[in-house]
């Protein structure tokens, strides 16, 4: 009951709520990359127009970057898109897996939170030393130059080969990606949003999983979970699991 759901890219219906409700709403928090329903590819538009209403309402922008934090930029979606939240979250994989995550925001935000504020927050990993020696680690290695070109370029090109597989055997299919982060869909073109996720051809998805599965490659079971592209993932891990897709839509043909 604390909570309102509003869509994606919808302008109209976030004024609505906000004139009505502007006054009581603590903050928006938004995926500025959502990946919890496959990939769906954000309306830059849209984060700006929600940045601005934040400002005029007084509200807190908050990004959940626990999936695209460190995986299209050093800077996650804020830097790519070049748009500030109030607070931003991070997931394990600012520590290469480990169990830790992070909030972050600027001084007048932080400084609310224990022990300097007075909003409570503790945690039983908090400060770990082991996971914090494994996200200094993880940071210094991404921060390497051409770090995040080299791993979008992987990405591309495994995206790349997949479809044209997909497309040699004649099965709808489509495949994106932002940085290391990829979707793909059993559907001629790419969704916008949930609903279009939810109609796709999920028997064939399916057959395509074990198939691929078969082959030792283990893509994510769900249609509505992307998956991610490694530093660690070689050239030849990219030919394998082209070569792979391909047979695979072959047998789905």
């Known amino acids: 009951k604390e909570t309102i759901v509003l869509p994606l890219n919808d302008p109209e219906k976030l004024d609505k709520v ?13 995926e500025p ?21 934040c400002y005029k309402y007084g509200v807190l922008l908050i990004f959940d970057e626990v999936i695209s934090g460190f995986r ?15 607070i931003i979250t991070f997931g394990k ?46 940071l210094r290695l991404i921060k390497a130059p051409g770090f995040f070109d080299r791993l979008s370029a992987t990405t591309a090109r495994l995206v790349k080969g997949i479809q044209a597989g997909a ?18 869909y059993f559907l001629k073109d790419a969704p916008n949003n949930f609903g279009q996720i939810m109609g796709q051809d999920i028997e064939r998805f399916k057959k395509f999983f074990h198939l691929m599965l ?9 249609t509505v979970e992307a ?5 660690a993932h070689s050239d030849q891990d990219i030919d394998a699991t082209i070569a792979a ?9």
């Open 18 to 30: 906000l004139q009505k409700k502007g006054h009581e709403i603590a903050a928006i928090i938004i």
């Open 33 to 53: 990359i959502p990946a919890n329903n496959g990939l769906l590819l954000q309306d830059r538009s849209f984060l700006e127009c929600l940045r601005k209403k």
């Open 72 to 86: 299209v930029g050093f800077e996650g979606a804020t830097g790519l898109y070049g748009i500030q939240p109030d």
């Open 93 to 138: 994989i600012i520590g290469g897996g480990m169990p830790v995550g992070a909030i972050g925001g600027p001084a007048k935000v932080m400084d609310r939170m224990a022990p300097l504020g007075d909003v409570y927050q503790a945690g039983t990993l908090s400060g770990n030393p082991i996971a914090m020696a494994a996200g200094l680690a993880t």
């Open 167 to 184: 497309d040699q055997a004649g099965v709808a299919f489509s495949i994106r990606h932002q940085g290391a982060m990829a979707g793909m």
């Open 214 to 222: 078969d082959e030792g490659i283990y893509f994510p079971p769900s």
């Open 227 to 231: 998956f991610f592209m490694s530093s």
């Open 245 to 253: 897709a391909t047979r695979s839509f072959k047998a789905l043909a």
